[in-house]
């Protein structure tokens, strides 16, 4: 039997890759369980669909997309990551990947092997909340992805999810802080909640939104609706 990493895929995308046309790669699966996350199927749900199937779409889009975005679940739980980016590469696509970076022996090699063009990275929470939103408790780990990344000069963006009563003005601005002691000089992403029934943790909507006034404003951060 075929193993099957992908839960779906979305077709044409002309938003998830700055200024490139792409499909996404929905991997299953993912190691947190962050409680404002709506994608729980995918998280949660098994994959239904092959490398295979994944490859043989992408010969259908040949001189149609540019681009691939690996997300999730996590892409980076996939065994076959690298193969899987090889394959893709020899079709000249390029491919962006979506990560919670809790796999940095998995971008170190990706990156260094010049299988990924772009990543997004999620920094979910300062270190003392980090397990409070992601239920996972390896912030070293992501730390490590993001320090790598910073190093190799990677051409990267590091983005959060708000929901402003899990995380608000002072520990954005904490993130904010850690990521210029870092020598991160990219566009901070700030993604606004959206409320549905089906989080994980079942959160409820906000209270209040987040006072953009009082974000610190040594990083150039955006807001992306």
């Not at 190691?31 to 010969?59: D, H, P, S, W």
């Not at 893709?88 to 796999?103: E, H, P, R, S």
Request: charged content about 30%; some cysteine.
């Amino acid at each position: 039997m075929s193993h099957k990493p992908l839960y779906d895929i979305t077709p044409f995308t002309a938003l998830d890759y700055p200024d490139h046309l792409a499909a996404i790669f929905w991997f299953a699966r993912c190691n947190m369980r962050c409680v404002y996350c709506y994608n729980k199927e995918i998280v949660l749900g098994e994959g239904k669909r092959t490398e295979e199937e994944a490859i043989a779409f992408l010969q259908s889009r040949i001189g149609l997309l540019e681009a691939v975005v690996l997300s999730g679940g996590e892409a980076t739980l996939f065994d076959g990551l690298v193969e899987f980016c090889k394959k893709i590469k020899q079709l000249n696509f390029k491919i962006k990947l979506d990560t919670n970076g809790l796999n940095p022996e998995m971008v170190k090699v990706l990156v260094e092997n010049e299988l990924v063009d772009y990543i997004a990275l999620d920094y979910k929470a300062p270190k003392e909340k980090y397990y409070e939103i992601t239920k996972n408790k390896h912030f070293d780990r992501f730390s490590k992805t993001l320090n790598l990344l910073i190093q190799k000069q990677f051409d990267f963006e590091v983005r959060t999810t708000v929901h402003s009563n899990l995380l608000r003005v002072t520990e954005i601005n904490r993130i904010i802080k850690d990521l210029l002691k870092r020598g991160y000089r990219g566009t901070y992403y700030l993604q606004p909640f959206v409320f549905t029934e089906h989080t994980i943790g079942k959160v409820k909507e906000e209270k209040t939104s987040l006072d953009r006034s009082q974000l610190s404003s040594g990083l150039n951060v955006v807001w992306r609706a």
